[in-house]
């Protein structure tokens, strides 16, 4: 029988050593929250570490979601290296599970370096095609501000809101929220997640 395809998250914060845990630890642990539960959904190890297994079509919206969370808080940031590919062996805590997506998850983050995002899949081809583009991403995802990380992190886990809702909800001003959109690539980093999960979808199919 044949493993799912899941993907798994395997990321740190950048600067944390500059600032008090307790500034970021709970961005971070809200926003894993909603992915899943602790331990075996999401876990944070050796200090400022984490891992969360997702669907592989929800991975990279997942990514930047959670580096939004993160840029909220003035200079910090977060790498995150996406694998995907079965897990063949699983447990109770997602840190003690085994298998081709755990190794392409851990592989894919010792290689990271400077980089804050990669992805390392099964498919050579894709991973090419997409470490570049992600390349790309970083170049507008690094440079978002705390103020704009938050609007962005709002919009995404609110996609039906328009941005006058997102004005009420934020208690911001709708010329606000529409200037920091635009600045942050909303709109064209959505269209690029649509891209993704197709071109996954096809990838996954053909394996």
Known sequence: ?????????TGDIVGSRNIDAKTWIK????????KGKSPIDWEIFRG??????TEPEQSLKTAIEIKAK???IKNLDVRIAIGIGPAEFKTKSITQSNGTVYSNSGICFENLKKRRLA???????????WNLTLRLLSLTTDNWT????????VAFQNPKL???GLSKKLKRSQSTISASLKRAGYDEISLLLSHFNEDLS????KK
């Open 119 to 129: 992805i390392q899949t099964s498919w050579p081809k894709f991973d090419d095609n």
């Open 27 to 34: 961005h971070l642990k809200s926003i894993l929250g909603k």
């Open 146 to 153: 705390p103020a704009t990380a938050q609007i962005m992190e």
């Open 70 to 72: 993160i840029k909220q």
């Open 162 to 164: 328009n941005q006058k």
């Open 1 to 9: 029988m044949k493993k799912k395809t899941t993907a798994i998250l």
């Open 202 to 205: 096809n990838s996954i199919r």
């Open 48 to 53: 400022d570490m984490f891992q969360l297994e």
